[in-house]
């Protein structure tokens, strides 16, 4: 059983920045692939970015050249750092892995973007 925590959400302003972050319960060298995710209100959970097994990263259109995946091996945490923030990013961010071909899920944490 793999645990997944997301955390990092809150308000922030049109063109301000946050870092979200994904704790998991079992080392994350262990996890791949691994990614984030979004779902608006009222809209379909869309891929944000994904990490390969091997180290490559894909992000949605919407987000390239804003938002960066890292991971820290050490404390087993990814991020997700989101920059020039857009109303329209706002959504609950949730974190998702695969375990020895297992999916896991955390429970998102919300980033809303309004002035």
């Known amino acids: 059983q793999v645990q997944l925590v997301e955390s990092g959400g809150g308000l922030v302003q049109p063109g301000g920045s946050l870092r979200l972050s994904c704790a998991a319960s079992?080392?994350?060298?262990?996890?791949?692939?691994m990614g984030w995710y979004r779902q608006a209100p009222g809209k379909q959970r869309e891929l944000v970015v994904i990490?390969?097994?091997?180290?490559?990263?894909d992000y949605v259109d919407s987000v390239k050249g804003r938002f960066s995946f890292s991971r820290d091996n050490a404390k087993n945490t990814v991020y997700l750092q989101m920059n020039s923030l857009k109303p329209e990013d706002t959504a609950v961010y949730l974190c998702?892995?695969?375990?020895?071909?297992?999916?896991?899920w955390g429970k998102g944490t919300l980033v809303t973007v309004s002035s």
């Open positions: 079992v080392s994350i060298f262990r996890l791949a692939p």
């Open positions: 998702k892995a695969f375990y020895y071909d297992m999916e896991y």
């Open positions: 990490e390969s097994s091997g180290g490559d990263t």
